[in-house]
């Protein structure tokens, strides 16, 4: 990986135009020539956005593909960014809304997105707050490669799983008492449509993963909503909030519905910054599978 250690070495704040260079250079290459994915982007931001003009659409699309340029080049700092690195670019609020829950002794699941630059959050997370920091997610197809990135996502302590043996690690940490930060990006397409929470999302039926809430009710975990707004190139605000401290208090459901509309504001107050390249609809929804009234 000789780019990720010329592009850190670039990193320092003095550097800083020869990244954003770099992060043009790349935007021109993929929306320009390589032309990555613009249909399926276009498509997902006109089913979204109906009432927006095209020229708005347009816009978006635009500063959507210069934004994953930028975070192309931010992944390949974070493999081997030192913390002093990363703090500079990737501050927490309110971590003491995180925190507060160590002090209890006391495990907390964290629910966000693929907005913004989630691989700071991956790679910091164990040194910005108190808790065990445990990041559940669906691994690379390709082994060696996500061999890697796992080895340098972890070398400040987070403990990445794989979405298969979940069970097994909340399992141990919970009956030893350790208290931990379970991250979970819960917007992803689920594999299977039977096991999903399906409602309208952006005027589209969509299916959503459960597992985060289904953890929660399993060991009445509490769950924050954390936000990552980008207040300029490369850097990034972190701020919690919460989505439910009492899962045994509420209706099955409630935890994911209130995420799909944290969700929601988040992507409506600035849509370049979510993955619109990806097929997020390609499932449909089983003629068995309800749909949840709640619209978003």
Known sequence: MWLAKWVNNLSVDTNTLALRLLA???YYIVYYLVRYRRKVTRTNLLNAFPERTAQERLQIE?????HISDLLVEGLHNLYASPQSILRRY???NRELVNAYYEKGQS????????NNWEYMITSLNFQIHLL??????PLNDKSVAGYITRRRARFGTEIVDHTTVRQTMAYYEQHHVPCAYMMLSDQSPSNEHKSYWTRFLHQETPFLYGAEYFARKYNLPVLYY???KVSRGHYEVRFYPLCERPDEVPQYTITARYVQMLAKTIGQA???WLWSHKRWKRKRPADM???EAEV
């Open 133 to 138: 920091a445990i990041g559940v997610g669906k």
């Open 24 to 26: 043009d250079i790349i």
């Open 91 to 93: 501050r927490f609020v």
């Open 290 to 292: 309800p749909l949840m």
């Open 227 to 229: 936000d990552v707004a």
């Open 271 to 273: 849509p370049q910054y």
């Open 108 to 115: 907390v699941i964290l629910m966000s997105s693929h907005f």
């Open 62 to 66: 635009k500063a959507y593909y210069r």
